[in-house]
């Protein structure tokens, strides 16, 4: 249990009884992270304030349960920021044409799974053109419990799909009577799990990270922590993709700038 002080403030206050409630480290987020999740709380309970949002916290203990993980619903979508998926492909022909062989990636953070599955294709279609044998499964994590299990299902519905040509969803999916899912040899291939990336170590090293839309939500200390955490799971050489917001710039020793308008970095030796 997390009794950690996370700040006077009745926002603060929330956070810090949610934190002890759900056994969750709540610490390391910047406290604005949770407003837009009580807020939503507030209205789905019609209460009027965070005082008696606060007051029902201390009635149901559950409602801590359901605060996080509105926290927690990450907002994502299949190449999201097109541009930046473009520059990462190009970066990877390169390293490919370098280096023909197969290459182990790892998504952080990849909420329900698109994010997870764009890297998935860009790396999939690349070594089909170069006729290189298949590689150790992907891997990807998530804090969210729910949204790894909505990932492990795989199906996404004709709204979520948008983001994808007709050819690639021809190519990766099956109809499914709510939209299309990934086809089952792709789906052996993709190894989600639910851990907590600023307590858990990244499972095993990789060539590739993709760690998109966290550190925006962090404390400055918990980014450093997380980036340095990155920089251990990384080969030297190897690919740290951020999101757009997002920058690896406080650590210079560890990574090197490759593509600045899209948050692409190199591990350093
Ligand atoms: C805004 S979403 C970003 C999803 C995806 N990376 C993207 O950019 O499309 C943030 C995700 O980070 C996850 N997350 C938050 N804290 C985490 C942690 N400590 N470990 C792993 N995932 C975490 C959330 O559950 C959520 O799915």
């Known amino acids: 249990m997390h009794t950690l002080r996370i700040g006077t403030d009745i926002l603060g206050k929330i956070i810090t009884r949610a934190a002890t409630i759900t056994g969750e480290y709540l610490a390391p987020y910047r ?71 197969p290459l182990r990636a790892y998504v952080a953070a990849c909420s329900t799974g698109q994010e997870a599955l764009s890297i998935f294709i860009l790396l999939e279609r690349l070594r089909q053109a170069m006729g290189l044998p298949e590689p150790a499964p992907l891997v990807a994590t998530d804090i969210n419990p729910h ?81 340095n955490s990155l920089h251990n799971a990384l080969r030297p050489g190897g690919l740290l993709f951020l999101g757009a917001y997002e920058s690896a710039a406080p650590l210079p020793a560890l990574f090197a700038l490759v593509d600045a308008d899209h948050s692409i970095y190199a591990r350093r030796p």
């Open 31 to 101: 406290t604005e992270h949770f407003r837009d999740a009580v807020e939503r709380r507030l209205r789905a309970l019609d209460l009027s304030s965070y005082e008696a949002y606060l007051t029902h916290l201390e009635r149901d203990e559950d409602e801590a349960y359901a605060m996080l993980n509105e926290a927690f619903v990450g907002v994502t979508g299949f190449f999201r920021d097109a541009q930046a998926f473009d520059a990462l492909s190009e970066h990877l022909t390169r390293r490919f044409c370098q280096h023909p062989s």
């Open 147 to 227: 949204a790894i299990e909505t990932a492990c299902e795989g199906v996404y519905t004709a709204d979520q799909l948008r983001g994808l040509s007709s050819s690639l969803r021809h190519q990766f999916f099956e109809p499914h009577p709510r939209g299309c899912r990934l086809l089952p040899r792709y789906r052996r291939r993709i190894r989600y799990q639910v851990s907590d990336v600023l307590r858990e170590r990244p499972p095993g090293r990789f060539e590739l990270i993709c760690c998109r839309n966290l550190l925006i939500y962090l404390q400055p200390r918990a980014q450093l922590h997380l980036l």
